[in-house]
């Protein structure tokens, strides 16, 4: 292994050069402790979008663990996913190849089957994060919350452990402490992956969160939040998540006239999910301080997408809008930058070979992001693109040049939107039909099919093409869960 080779040729070096600095031949060698290699924790907190988080800007602060943490480590204020949805980002996240090369959407349609859906898996012949790290040596742990992070979906490669069921942030990080504390082996660096599904839609947090965030709201969505816990505590049924979504909150997430006192509410339960996530978060921080793992342990707190309130006339996450695409990055690094704030982009696909760069190992042949240079604080600004698609409900795909943001919707790209995210952050103001604006429209246009080729390409040359299960293929209580969270059936 490079790291372990790298290492031994180190002490040799060293032994060498304190043999010729005058030492007598009988001294006693001089004994080099060498650095244990750094552990990982990379932590998704799914559907959590970058401007609700206090450190990017919300003044409700409902993240203070997380913001504390960031001001001790790296933020990356325009970090970005590239897809809209659970497996088809962490499939980018694990090996660092874009949608268009892996395959992985969440779901695909199957021509003349009506509203059937298959699901794309990970090709084996893909090199991820954890198998990259357990060639290396080190114990590989993921704990996740079900739904689409399943052996079935290719995403399980490399991990000795995978823990994933849909049990929510408490339960979850009380499994991880335990891996950490109890069954882990001391003698080995670990990577652990912690994934959580707190924050995604129906927000059910517990009653004081939401009476901090919201308490004077009064109305029909209050009454269907408490119904809905109550009905979710004495439910025999494990995570009828689906029951709830459709018996509690369907009549008013499908309601177009729904009211901006309900949207607000609604949007304050979305901030108390993520203040009771960031307290879960702290039980994880306090233990790395006080198990004395916080100074060998690099920590990645990110998300897959984010989540649309009616920005652009959806509830979710199913388009490619900033609301969606923005996400928090946050790391720290044991002995580096704290307090940096980064504006240069940043992509889910970076992770892998930012990780694997500060480890000092080999990054495989197939990943296409970059190296952020994570222990320099001085590191050099990445100009570049970043790109997003989607699949369904239809075809949306995204080319971000600088603050120029082309949006693309169709297979053939036929609509086309132009919008100038410095001055217009929200996307409210198309530009695609100024002289300008359609000159940039069409040179991004020119530029993303080349992109696309190269990744179809890429695909094939490396065998990545990816398998095909249907609902069928997976195990009932994995289709239960995906039923739960409203993966199954319809758009």
């Given at each position: 292994?490079?790291?372990?080779?790298?290492?031994?040729?180190?002490?040799?070096?060293?032994?060498?050069?304190?043999?010729?600095?005058?030492?007598?031949?009988?001294?006693?060698?001089?004994?080099?402790?060498?650095?244990?290699?750094?552990?990982?924790?990379?932590?998704?907190?799914?559907?959590?979008?970058?401007?609700?988080?206090?450190?990017?800007?919300?003044?409700?602060?409902?993240?203070?663990?997380?913001?504390?943490?960031?001001?001790?480590?790296?933020?990356?204020?325009?970090?970005?996913?590239?897809?809209?949805?659970?497996?088809?980002?962490?499939?980018?996240?694990?090996?660092?190849?874009?949608?268009?090369?892996?395959?992985?959407?969440?779901?695909?349609?199957?021509?003349?089957?009506?509203?059937?859906?298959?699901?794309?898996?990970?090709?084996?012949?893909?090199?991820?994060?954890?198998?990259?790290?357990?060639?290396?040596?080190?114990?590989?742990?993921?704990?996740?919350?079900?739904?689409?992070?399943?052996?079935?979906?290719?995403?399980?490669?490399?991990?000795?452990?995978?823990?994933?069921?849909?049990?929510?942030?408490?339960?979850?990080?009380?499994?991880?402490?335990?891996?950490?504390?109890?069954?882990?082996?001391?003698?080995?660096?670990?990577?652990?992956?912690?994934?959580?599904?707190?924050?995604?839609?129906?927000?059910?947090?517990?009653?004081?969160?939401?009476?901090?965030?919201?308490?004077?709201?009064?109305?029909?969505?209050?009454?269907?939040?408490?119904?809905?816990?109550?009905?979710?505590?004495?439910?025999?049924?494990?995570?009828?998540?689906?029951?709830?979504?459709?018996?509690?909150?369907?009549?008013?997430?499908?309601?177009?006239?729904?009211?901006?006192?309900?949207?607000?509410?609604?949007?304050?339960?979305?901030?108390?999910?993520?203040?009771?996530?960031?307290?879960?978060?702290?039980?994880?921080?306090?233990?790395?301080?006080?198990?004395?793992?916080?100074?060998?342990t690099l920590v990645i707190i990110t998300s897959d997408h984010g989540e649309e309130f009616w920005e652009h006339g959806r509830f979710g996450h199913n388009q490619i809008y900033e609301e969606v695409l923005s996400i928090p990055l946050l790391i720290q690094v044991p002995g580096g930058p704290k307090g940096i704030r980064r504006a240069d982009p940043a992509e889910l696909v970076d992770v892998m070979p930012s990780i694997l760069s500060l480890l000092q190992i080999d990054t495989p042949a197939a990943a296409i992001g970059r190296d952020l240079d994570l222990a320099n604080a001085n590191a050099k600004p990445l100009a570049?693109?970043?790109?997003?698609?989607?699949?369904?409900?239809?075809?949306?795909?995204?080319?971000?040049?600088?603050?120029?943001?082309?949006?693309?919707?169709?297979?053939?790209?036929?609509?086309?939107?132009?919008?100038?995210?410095?001055?217009?952050?929200?996307?409210?103001?198309?530009?695609?039909?100024?002289?300008?604006?359609?000159?940039?429209?069409?040179?991004?246009?020119?530029?993303?099919?080349?992109?696309?080729?190269?990744?179809?390409?890429?695909?094939?040359?490396?065998?990545?093409?990816?398998?095909?299960?249907?609902?069928?293929?997976?195990?009932?209580?994995?289709?239960?869960?995906?039923?739960?969270?409203?993966?199954?059936?319809?758009?």
């Open positions: 292994m490079r790291t372990r080779l790298r290492l031994a040729l180190v002490l040799a070096a060293s032994t060498f050069i304190l043999a010729s600095c005058g030492q007598p031949e009988d001294a006693t060698p001089t004994q080099i402790e060498a650095a244990p290699p750094l552990n990982v924790i990379l932590f998704v907190i799914d559907t959590l979008r970058a401007d609700r988080l206090g450190c990017y800007g919300n003044d409700a602060r409902p993240s203070p663990h997380l913001d504390a943490f960031a001001d001790e480590g790296i933020l990356f204020e325009n970090a970005k996913a590239p897809s809209p949805y659970t497996a088809t980002s962490h499939a980018s996240l694990f090996s660092s190849t874009y949608p268009a090369t892996h395959g992985v959407w969440n779901r695909v349609k199957i021509p003349g089957a009506g509203k059937a859906k298959a699901f794309p898996t990970l090709s084996e012949k893909a090199d991820t994060l954890a198998e990259v790290l357990q060639r290396e040596g080190y114990q590989t742990a993921a704990v996740a919350d079900g739904g689409f992070l399943t052996d079935r979906r290719g995403l399980a490669q490399g991990f000795e452990l995978f823990d994933s069921k849909t049990l929510w942030v408490k339960n979850r990080m009380d499994r991880a402490l335990k891996w950490l504390k109890d069954e882990r082996d001391e003698s080995q660096p670990f990577f652990l992956f912690l994934h959580t599904y707190e924050v995604h839609y129906p927000y059910l947090p517990d009653a004081k969160y939401v009476n901090r965030f919201a308490g004077g709201y009064q109305g029909p969505i209050r009454d269907a939040v408490e119904e809905a816990r109550d009905f979710l505590a004495s439910n025999p049924v494990q995570n009828p998540i689906g029951d709830i979504q459709r018996k509690f909150f369907k009549p008013f997430f499908d309601n177009k006239d729904i009211s901006q006192r309900d949207k607000d509410f609604i949007f304050a339960l979305y901030d108390a999910e993520i203040a009771m996530t960031d307290d879960e978060t702290a039980r994880l921080f306090s233990y790395l301080q006080d198990s004395g793992l916080k100074g060998n570049r693109p970043t790109i997003a698609q989607a699949n369904l409900p239809h075809i949306q795909t995204s080319w971000t040049n600088g603050s120029q943001k082309s949006f693309f919707e169709g297979p053939l790209r036929e609509t086309s939107f132009l919008f100038d995210l410095n001055n217009d952050p929200q996307e409210q103001h198309d530009l695609s039909n100024e002289p300008t604006g359609a000159a940039i429209i069409m040179q991004s246009k020119k530029q993303l099919e080349m992109w696309l080729q190269a990744c179809v390409t890429r695909r094939i040359e490396l065998g990545l093409e990816p398998g095909i299960n249907s609902i069928h293929q997976f195990t009932a209580e994995q289709a239960r869960e995906l039923e739960a969270l409203g993966y199954v059936g319809g758009e």
